[in-house]
DNA sequence: TAAGGACATGTACTTAGGGACACGTGGAAT
DNA sequence: ATTCCACGTGTCCCTAAGTACATGTCCTTA
């Protein structure tokens, strides 16, 4: 349930309204961990009921800007402290590259080239938002500098995905060449023995 | 809806079972796209009813083999074709980075040896399956390319998580000693005007 | 002054994910 | 003979996530 510590460390910096922290999820945090606002809305409530926040401000619209409590920063701290960090990296593109080999070669080398695109030009986004923040354009805050900390895994990541589907290029020849895509199809859908032992581990 | 189209991925290569599916899962897939097995026999249910698939055989234990059907081979491939890829890559790693400046600097250090040891772990595992399959342990059939087109991402991937936090080790000094975390966090706490303009677009 | 857009907060509903529980079987080793 | 373990399939329930819907306000611009 990282959501809640998610905004519990947005809010350690600075009271926040949920239109705020919406906002910032989806600019900065949400490459990595999205949501959309009813689901903030309706955290904030527990937090609040939980003691964690409290309404800092009223403003215009309704605006109810929070603020963290002791307790709220307590927790945050403990998560953060304490070790169990979930390593998985839920991702739809590399998740589809072990079904390549159903792809036509002429859509696959296409959707590779797309992919490249996208991630090149994200890594490229993220560096001109590292390089505004080493110019100090954002200031030299702790918060800042966590966040540089933070932009420069996007850079590394994203690059690092362009750099794969570039190289994902220059395979296909081998993946096309071995045989029309139906024979392994066929196969499967042949009534063979039950099982194939798992490959990989 | 990815699983779906997991499920189906991984029959077009043979006939399986429920638990065969949920072991590949595990471990396959499971870095990328994690299923425990109550999902994937419901999802198998499903898919079934749809006619997608059909049970191939039957085993010892109850054990029902699935068969991919040209419906379900249909909708991999249109799932392949179709543009749509979901970019986004959830990692709780980097969502904690947002937080640094809140932990203590020895126990952040800490944190980020072991987010590199784990990562440098697991990319030199990784790279231990790629070497395994070209030097043609697996075979080299289509499916197979693919898996290794898969672990190259991985690899790719986890080193690049290595790397960055091997370099996040370099940058503390900075975060560290500009302040004590308690300054921020006492301003975060005090009644000061609703807002400050959201920092990273 | 009318209209459009950003601001602002929420509810309702549906699906996805994850843990706990439940049940039974076949084979291998003690 | 019994015990243990991997095999094998499922249900139940709670929480998380995501989409659609609903409502209203303030400000700017045509």
Do not use: N
């Not at 009271?15 to 955290?43: C, M, N, T």
């Not at 409290?54 to 215009?60: H, K, L, N």
């Not at 959707?111 to 030299?140: N, V």
């Not at 994203?158 to 024979?183: C, I, S």
């Amino acid at each position: 349930m990282s959501l809640r510590h998610g905004l519990l460390g947005l809010l350690a910096e600075g009271p926040a309204s949920g239109y705020d922290l919406a906002r910032r999820f989806e600019e900065a945090l949400g490459p990595v961990w999205p949501a959309q606002h009813p689901k903030i809305y309706a955290e904030l409530s527990r937090l609040a009921g939980a003691g964690m926040i409290e309404v800092d401000s009223r403003g215009p619209r309704g605006r109810k800007a929070y603020r963290i409590t002791d307790t709220g920063l307590a927790e945050v701290r403990r998560w953060l402290a304490e070790g169990d960090v979930d390593h998985t990296l839920r991702s739809e593109s590399v998740l589809r590259s072990f079904f390549f080999w159903l792809m036509e070669p002429d859509a696959l080398r296409e959707h590779l080239r797309r992919e490249q695109r996208f991630f090149a030009e994200t890594a490229a986004l993220a560096r001109t938002y590292a390089a505004a923040k080493d110019r100090g354009d954002f200031g030299d805050s702790m918060q800042t500098k966590s966040m540089r900390v933070a932009v420069e895994a996007a850079i590394r990541m994203y690059q690092a995905l362009a750099d794969w589907a570039e190289w994902a290029q220059t395979v296909p020849p081998a993946v096309a060449d071995t045989g029309r895509p139906d024979e392994a199809a066929d196969a499967a859908r042949a009534p063979t023995g039950p099982d194939e032992p798992a490959a990989a581990g």
